[in-house]
């Protein structure tokens, strides 16, 4: 299974990508195989404002539909609107092509809360 060294991640198997105060998030491979082939991402607006732990959105798949919470608080400035037509990247690709959304870190010392790569291996 594919867990990059480069990111930090959740119990609840969202992946962060930290590039100074903004963070690109997504689901991890973990995740999106338990889901299965997914078929829809409802996304937020640009501009929403979130706190930690606060649904952002949901990913529909064959199996099941789940809820999206943003790791760390923030404000959303990107989404991955490609997810609309091609929902199934987050299968594919869900490192890269796959992302989520961008969003400015409003208080970074929440990051403290996310789990490195090894640390996620052994919770999986």
């Known amino acids: 299974m594919n867990i990059p060294d480069n990111l930090k991640y959740t119990i609840d198997h969202e992946w962060v990508?930290?590039?100074?105060?903004?963070?690109?998030?997504?689901?991890?491979?973990?995740?999106?195989?338990?889901?299965?082939?997914?078929?829809?991402?409802?996304?937020?607006?640009?501009?929403?404002?979130?706190e930690s732990q606060e649904t952002f959105g949901t990913v529909e798949a064959v199996k099941t539909v789940a809820d999206l919470l943003l790791p760390i608080s923030g404000k959303i400035i990107k989404?991955?609107?490609?997810?609309?037509?091609?929902?199934?990247?987050?299968?594919?690709?869900?490192?890269?092509?796959?992302?989520i959304i961008k969003i400015e870190i409003s208080d970074a010392s929440e990051l403290d809360n996310l789990l490195t790569s090894d640390q996620y291996k052994e919770h999986i």
């Open 17 to 50: 990508k930290i590039e100074d105060d903004i963070a690109t998030i997504g689901i991890t491979e973990f995740a999106q195989g338990e889901l299965g082939d997914v078929i829809f991402v409802e996304l937020p607006e640009v501009d929403d404002e979130f």
């Open 79 to 99: 989404i991955n609107e490609s997810l609309e037509d091609s929902p199934d990247n987050v299968n594919t690709d869900c490192y890269g092509e796959g992302w």
